[in-house]
């Protein structure tokens, strides 16, 4: 006779009459989808270095990281994308040299006038009345873009500035060579803009530093994260998310089990891009490509194409997590101005080939996502291999093995270990039982369109003790992910008329 299992109620010993209940939970998966930013803070910012901390309004992040830093137009950006996204942020310490260029305006109208320059795709404006001097509107200048915020979508600069003698002076928030990418432009496609032919940029301090990822990286331990999101893309970055992410001694590994991926960007043409990216072989890192000369730096670019598809990738129950990508829109990302710098086909084939990200640009001059892919190219021995190409495959394993330990968990644990168990003991597991479990769990996961062909698992995945440690039980699970739908080919055959 089967018996009944009790957690709390003791089996035996209890004999003065009561009627008892006690409650357990059967289990229920939730995933928890966590997003970290790592970035520089401003030093008006509250938030400790390398101490991961939630933020869930712009005003805190402005608070927390300084306004105008880069961590706080990171997030800002995410919640663009992704308005609901738990987000923490990370501050990595500065290193190297802030860089610095001079606005030097050579006149202003008799009559006045009004001013355009844009800093990193941002507007600033400065109006000039009848008879003022250079160094009245260099100063106006100077004002505006200290006090700038984009009232729709909370931007601010990543600049500050001073004005003497008809010079405005701007220094870059932080130090460090990805500080260059910030873009200075004088729109000439305004009429009347006063700027034009008497505003000159020149760059003064050039920046230099990249930052030490490790302490910021260790300090988020195996805590939840669905994705980490830095700008930085060079080789000891590179570096230290691999690192962080192994799967032999990382996030990934078989004694962690915490997971997680890297977001970064990378800045370059064609040749700097594939170079990049065949010299990288991570199934955990994404690198977006970013233009060299476009306005927004690559801090946003990170930030914005990790928040618009987080929610997707973490989705394992509607399948989300396995769709195509193409055509979604980054908010806060626009096309270049210059057009040529655009990658057409070819070009994105390419890169895709290489381990790099690719985008595209609508109709509209807005920046869509092309393809996302991992910079895994080649098996242990060299061999091509594809399987973690699309960022869908580590979403899918992070995502369906996070349900199948949940399930194994409610119904495998705490459990004794027999190979057959005849007296039906609740307490008491049997290698055909786990295996019943992973099978289950499989289907549900096939419901969910993570992984598909459940006949097939069923009849291939293996369950067994292990002959050396009869405590222990070894499987075999043959996976089958769900593949997005990248390319339709038909052959259109024409007629003059059906014979």
């Given at each position: 006779m089967?018996?009944i299992g009790?957690?709390?109620i003791p089996g035996?010993?209890?004999?003065?009459?009561l009627?008892?209940?006690?409650?357990?939970?059967?289990?229920?998966y939730?995933?928890?989808?966590?997003l970290?930013l790592v970035?520089?803070?401003a030093?008006?910012g509250?938030l400790?270095?390398?101490?991961p901390?939630?933020c869930?309004s712009l005003?805190e992040?402005?608070?927390l990281?300084?306004?105008?830093?880069m961590?706080r137009?990171?997030?800002?950006?995410v919640?663009?994308n992704?308005?609901?996204?738990?987000?923490?942020?990370?501050a990595v310490?500065?290193t190297g040299a802030a860089p610095?260029w001079?606005?030097?305006?050579?006149s202003?109208?008799a009559?006045?006038g009004?001013?355009?320059?844009?800093?990193?795709?941002?507007?600033?404006?400065v109006?000039?009345a009848a008879?003022?001097?250079?160094?009245?509107?260099?100063a106006a200048?100077?004002a505006?873009?200290?006090?700038?915020?984009?009232?729709l979508?909370?931007a601010?600069?990543?600049?500050?500035a001073?004005a003497?003698?008809?010079?405005v002076?701007?220094?870059?928030?932080h130090?460090?060579a990805?500080m260059?990418e910030i873009?200075?432009?004088?729109p000439?496609?305004?009429?009347?803009n006063?700027f034009?032919?008497?505003l000159t940029v020149?760059?003064v301090?050039?920046?230099?530093?990249?930052?030490?990822l490790?302490?910021?990286?260790?300090a988020?331990?195996?805590?939840?994260?669905?994705?980490?999101v830095?700008p930085?893309?060079?080789?000891?970055?590179?570096?230290?998310?691999?690192?962080?992410?192994?799967d032999?001694?990382g996030?990934?590994?078989?004694?962690?089990?915490s997971?997680g991926?890297?977001w970064?960007?990378?800045?370059?043409?064609?040749s700097?891009?594939?170079?990049l990216g065949?010299?990288?072989n991570?199934r955990?890192t994404?690198?977006?490509?970013r233009?060299?000369t476009?306005?927004?730096?690559?801090?946003?670019?990170?930030?914005?194409?990790?928040?618009?598809?987080?929610?997707?990738?973490?989705?394992?129950t509607?399948?989300n997590?396995s769709?195509n990508?193409?055509?979604?829109?980054?908010?806060?990302?626009?096309?270049p101005?210059?057009r040529?710098?655009?990658?057409?086909?070819?070009?994105?084939?390419?890169?895709?080939?290489?381990?790099?990200?690719?985008?595209?640009?609508t109709?509209?001059g807005r920046v869509?996502?092309?393809k996302?892919v991992t910079?895994y190219?080649t098996g242990p021995t060299?061999q091509?291999d594809?399987?973690?190409?699309?960022?869908?495959?580590?979403?899918?394993?992070?995502?369906?093995f996070g349900?199948m330990?949940e399930r194994?968990?409610?119904?495998?644990?705490?459990?004794?270990l027999?190979?057959?168990n005849?007296?039906?003991l609740?307490?008491?597991t049997?290698?055909a039982?786990?295996?019943?479990?992973?099978?289950h769990?499989?289907e549900?996961?096939?419901q969910r369109?993570?992984?598909?062909d459940?006949a097939?698992?069923?009849?291939?995945?293996i369950?067994r003790?292990?002959?050396a440690?009869p405590?222990?039980?070894d499987?075999f699970l043959?996976?089958d992910r769900?593949?997005?739908?990248?390319i339709l080919?038909?052959?259109?055959?024409?007629y003059?008329q059906y014979?």
């Open positions: 089967a018996g009790f957690n709390n035996s010993g209890v004999i003065a009459p009627m008892s209940f006690e409650f357990n939970s059967a289990g229920q939730d995933s928890v989808s966590r970290y970035g520089h803070k030093a008006a509250t400790a270095a390398n101490t901390t939630i869930t005003a992040a402005t608070m990281a300084g306004a105008g830093s961590l137009e990171m997030w800002r950006i919640a663009l992704a308005p609901a996204q738990e987000t923490w942020l990370v310490t500065e610095t001079t606005y030097t305006l050579a202003v109208p009559a006045g009004t001013g355009y320059v844009e800093i990193c795709g941002e507007r600033v404006i109006t000039a008879g003022d001097t250079v160094t009245i509107v260099a200048l100077a505006a873009i200290n006090a700038y915020s984009n009232a979508t909370g601010m600069l990543p600049v500050t001073t003497a003698a008809g010079v002076t701007l220094t870059a928030r130090a460090g990805i260059a873009d200075h432009s004088i000439t496609g305004i009429a009347g006063i034009v032919g008497a020149a760059s301090t050039p920046a230099s530093g990249v930052p030490s490790a302490t910021a990286l260790a988020i331990g195996d805590d939840p994260c669905g994705a980490m830095a930085w893309a060079d080789t000891a970055s590179l570096d230290a998310y691999q690192a962080w992410l192994s032999v001694a996030r990934w590994a078989w004694s962690r089990q997971y991926h890297a970064c960007c990378n800045s370059g043409n064609t700097a891009q594939t170079t065949l010299g990288r991570d955990h994404s690198i977006i490509a233009p060299a476009h306005q927004r730096p690559s801090w946003l670019w990170a930030a914005g194409f990790a928040g618009r598809l987080l929610p997707w990738l973490s989705d394992t509607t399948g997590v769709r990508q193409t055509g979604l829109v980054v908010e806060g990302i626009e096309a101005r210059d040529t710098a655009v990658w057409g086909y070819s070009a994105r084939n390419t890169l895709l080939g290489a381990g790099i990200s690719t985008w595209t640009a109709a509209d869509a996502v092309d996302i910079t190219r060299g091509p594809s399987v973690f190409r699309d960022v869908q495959s580590v979403y899918q394993l992070a995502g369906g349900y330990r194994l968990a409610s119904e495998q644990g705490n459990k004794a027999m190979d057959s005849p007296g039906a609740e307490a008491v049997t290698p039982d786990i295996k019943a479990t992973l099978i769990g499989y549900a996961l096939e369109g993570v992984f598909e459940a097939t698992f069923a009849a291939s995945v369950v003790r292990n002959a440690n405590a222990r039980v499987m043959p996976m769900v593949n997005p739908l990248d080919a038909g052959n259109a055959t024409i003059a014979i």
